[in-house]
């Protein structure tokens, strides 16, 4: 019996330019062309993604999602990428085109944005189907807003609403709020900083933090929060 097979076909861009990132993560090239029209393919661990150039007078497009590609193991998969981009560019490309996202611990999945603006996200194959995106009812106050700041920054990746929504909580929520959850949300407050590579906020917020009570049990809660922020400074600063 045989089965179906989907290939997506994204927008080339400069096909050199494309291919060429895509050889650096790791892709095999299977197909390039330039007459008499320019068309490519890459494949790896048996997935294929071609790539065709946009219609005369359609744009190309805007880091749009282009494809979903599931997978085993998605942290080692962005560790492999990781390692691959720092190679190329002698960095971790974090910001505009080309770029990958962040990743921590207990992610389920990661975007890599091609030269173009394609946007591929990798998923984990058994990511839960009910995944819980953001505002669960079983919470409120500062917990539901950390809980819609987890989604706004792994699934949407949208740091800079993250950030807007964390600070409105912390003003509206954050007097009557537990010491932990305060303090987990300044754990998250200084990786968005980060990562927005706001460092001297990134400072205030971690001295803020430093001075809220905690029992251990608690400290140890946030520390590993805070232990993001740590890992992602690491991240974005070794070079090759």
Known sequence: MTSDTAVPVLWSGDLKDTL???????????????????????????????????????????????????????????ATFTAALRKRYGKVPAKGCPRITRFRPGQSRFSVVDPVGNTIIYIQRDEPEDVDYGGSRELDGLARVLDNVRILRDFKNDDATAVRVLEVGLRRYGAQASAVDRARALAALTELAVATGDSERAEKVRAELGGISLSKTERAIVAAELRAATDLADWLSETD
């Open 20 to 78: 060429d990132f895509y050889r650096a993560l790791g892709y095999t090239v299977t197909h390039e062309q330039t007459r008499p029209y320019d068309y490519g393919a890459i494949e790896a661990d048996g997935c294929a993604v071609h790539f065709a150039a946009a219609p005369q007078g359609i744009g190309l497009p805007t880091e749009q999602v282009g494809c979903l590609i599931m997978l085993d193991d998605v942290a080692e998969r962005h």
